[in-house]
């Protein structure tokens, strides 16, 4: 049973930076994605940023393009959330979460976008991390 254990996460002002990470445990080489989702107080839960585990290809949400970059470390099972330029709106539990291959699905951006699909979204989660962006 793959789990997830999230750091990392705190209060900032705007503009200040956080780094997330989610290291997993019984990780193999079985898993398609891995990424990055948050939820704020009374919003569904929505995908930050995702990585393909065979191709590396990688997806940001518009609001994190620019700002987030999301990094793996295969020798520690570990995956990063490096967040700067932090903003108000960036308030949410972040979650790290993985999934296996799904039928039909051939890239992470459907599976990022819908985490919470059960045809397609994101199986695995972690208990997340808060970040609250405030002055």
């Known amino acids: 049973q793959l789990q997830f254990v999230e750091s990392g996460g705190g209060s900032v002002r705007p503009g200040g930076s956080l780094r997330l990470s989610c290291t997993a445990s019984?990780?193999?080489?079985?898993?398609?994605?891995i990424g990055w989702f948050r939820q704020a107080p009374g919003k569904e839960r929505e995908g930050v940023s995702c990585i393909g585990l065979t191709d590396g290809s990688e997806y940001y949400t518009s609001s994190a393009k620019g700002r987030f970059t999301i990094s793996t470390d295969a020798a520690k099972n570990t995956i990063y959330l490096q967040m700067n330029n932090l903003k108000p709106e960036d308030t949410a539990v972040y979650y790290c979460?993985?999934?296996?291959?799904?039928?039909?699905?051939?890239?992470?951006?459907?599976?990022?976008?819908?985490?919470?699909?059960?045809?397609?979204?994101?199986?695995?989660w972690g208990k997340g991390t808060l970040v609250t962006v405030s002055s």
């Open positions: 019984g990780f193999t080489s079985d898993y398609y994605a």
């Open positions: 979460a993985a999934s296996r291959p799904r039928h039909g699905i051939t890239s992470v951006q459907p599976m990022c976008i819908n985490p919470m699909s059960k045809g397609y979204g994101m199986e695995f």
